[in-house]
C-alpha cells in the first residue's frame, strides 16, 4: 500500500514533530504548502512564476494555482514511495481537487491523520512557548529556564527571550475557534470517504508517535 498521509491538527498539536517522525519511518518527502510555493517559485516554473505574482502583491495564491502546483509536486520522482502532505488541503473544493488531481495520476487515495488535543492543552503548551528574537529558537517554560527579556540560553547567541503575540492565552483561544471553523468541514469530508484516522496527540512526543504508528499499521502502512 502505498504511504500517501495527510497530516491535520490544530496549532500545537505538535505536527512539526510527528512529521518529522514520519519521514524518518517511512521515507517519503514532507510537503508543506509553504514549501512547495516558494521551490515552484524558485525553479521559476510556469506555475511558480504566477504564484509569485499574486504573493508580490500580498494576496492568496488562487487554488486552481496551488492544485497545479502540488499535481507538480507530486509527480516529483521522491513522491514515487508516497507523500506527507502538512498544510494542504485546508478546504473541502481543494480536498475535492486534490481527490480528482491523485485520481488522474494514478496515485492512491491518501489516508488523513487528524491529531486531537484538548482546547486546554493546547493553550497550556502554547501560552507557555518562549522564542528568541534573534536565533529563532523556541523553548517552553516547562522545560527551559527562560523568562521574557532575558538571555537565549544558545550559546554566542546573544538574542533576547519574547512570548509572540499570538501566544497570548485569549489570542490563541481565537486562533483555536477559527481552525475549527476552517478545518472541521474537512474532518467530517474525509471521515465520511472512511480515510480519518483519529490519534490522541497528548502525552509525551514519543508515545503519540506509537499511537499514529499503531493506526498506520492497522490501516495496513507498514
Known amino acids: 500500500m502505498a504511504k500517501n498521509m495527510i497530516l491535520l491538527g490544530p496549532p500545537g498539536a505538535g505536527k512539526g514533530t510527528q512529521a518529522e517522525f514520519l519521514v524518518s519511518s517511512y521515507g517519503v518527502p514532507h510537503i508543506s504548502t509553504g514549501d512547495m510555493l516558494r521551490a515552484a517559485v524558485s525553479k521559476r516554473t ?80 502554547l501560552s507557555g512557548r518562549r522564542m528568541c528574537d534573534k536565533c529563532g529558537a523556541i523553548f517552553h517554560i516547562s522545560r527551559d529556564a527562560v523568562e521574557i527579556g532575558g538571555p ?23 486562533r483555536l475557534e477559527v481552525y475549527k471553523a476552517q478545518t472541521q468541514p474537512l474532518i467530517d469530508y474525509y471521515d465520511r470517504k472512511g480515510q480519518l484516522l483519529r490519534v490522541d496527540a497528548q502525552g509525551r512526543v514519543e508515545d503519540v508517535n506509537a499511537r499514529v504508528q499503531a493506526v498506520l499499521k492497522d490501516r495496513g502502512i507498514v
Open 46 to 125: 510556469a506555475l511558480g512564476l504566477k504564484a509569485q505574482e499574486f504573493m508580490n502583491a500580498g494576496k492568496l495564491v488562487p487554488d486552481e494555482l496551488v492544485i497545479g502546483i502540488v499535481r507538480e509536486r507530486l509527480a516529483e520522482p521522491d513522491c514515487a514511495g508516497g507523500f506527507l502532505l502538512d498544510g494542504f488541503p485546508r478546504t473541502i473544493p481543494q480536498a475535492e481537487a486534490l481527490d480528482a488531481v491523485l485520481a488522474e495520476m494514478g496515485l492512491q487515495a491518501p489516508v488523513v491523520i487528524n491529531m486531537e488535543v484538548a482546547d486546554e492543552e493546547l493553550i497550556r503548551r
Open 152 to 174: 537565549c540560553p544558545v550559546e554566542g547567541c546573544g538574542g533576547k527571550i519574547y512570548q509572540r503575540a499570538d501566544d497570548q492565552p485569549e489570542a490563541i483561544a481565537q
